[in-house]
């Protein structure tokens, strides 16, 4: 089973990985294109600040996701300073838990948000396209972010690393010093 999710988690990364350098790609070479046209041509894309708009919310709400595959999302360090190590397996085991929960409850949220847009039919201004489009990421993401954090309470449980955000292999390490 483990191995299993493993195989869909990395799946889901080197798609991830795929999507973050052509979106960010994009994103800047129709920046860099508008400015260009803008500044000596007088002229530009209409809609390059909508998709630029579009794409860095893509870019972000992915990012995160791939972040959280690698444990290495934005984390506050204070349990590590409050907990001992020997405690601070448990108390990440249980963050990751609420943070599961959480997630899920606002990609819940986020789906409920995004179903309500494509049925009033909203459009974007410029580029006219569906803004559930745009939208869905963000439930996506979250959904994909709580089952990451499914696999990062396993790794915690296993012993494997101490805590979330602790980006793994740095940990990893550590641990088989400490043994």
């Known amino acids: 089973m483990n191995q299993f999710f ?6 889901f990364a080197k798609i991830e990985k795929i999507f973050l350098v052509i979106g960010v790609s994009v994103m800047i ?21 909508e998709l630029a708009a579009f794409l860095m919310i893509w870019v972000g709400f992915v990012g995160a996701s791939l972040a959280a595959k690698e444990n290495k999302h934005i984390v506050v360090g204070i349990p590590e300073k409050l907990f001992p190590k020997k405690v601070l397996p448990y108390v990440s085991l249980f963050a990751s838990v609420i943070i599961f929960t959480v997630t899920i409850l606002i990609a819940y949220l986020g789906f409920n948000y995004v179903l309500e847009t494509k049925e009033f039919g909203e459009t974007s201004l410029v580029l006219n396209i569906p803004l559930w489009i745009v939208q869905i990421i963000i439930p996506a993401s979250l959904v994909i972010i709580a089952f990451r954090f ?3 309470g396993i790794q915690i449980f296993k012993g494997k690393i101490l ?16 043994k």
């Not at 493993?6 to 799946?11: C, D, H, K, V, W």
């Not at 070479?29 to 600040?49: H, M, N, S, T, Y």
């Open 6 to 11: 493993e195989s869909i988690n990395n799946f």
């Open 29 to 49: 070479l129709v920046v860099f294109f508008d400015i260009i046209l803008r500044e000596l041509f007088d002229g530009g894309f209409i809609w390059a600040k």
């Open 150 to 152: 499914i696999g990062i």
């Open 163 to 178: 805590s979330i955000g602790a980006g793994g292999k740095e940990e990893l390490t550590q641990i088989e010093e400490d």
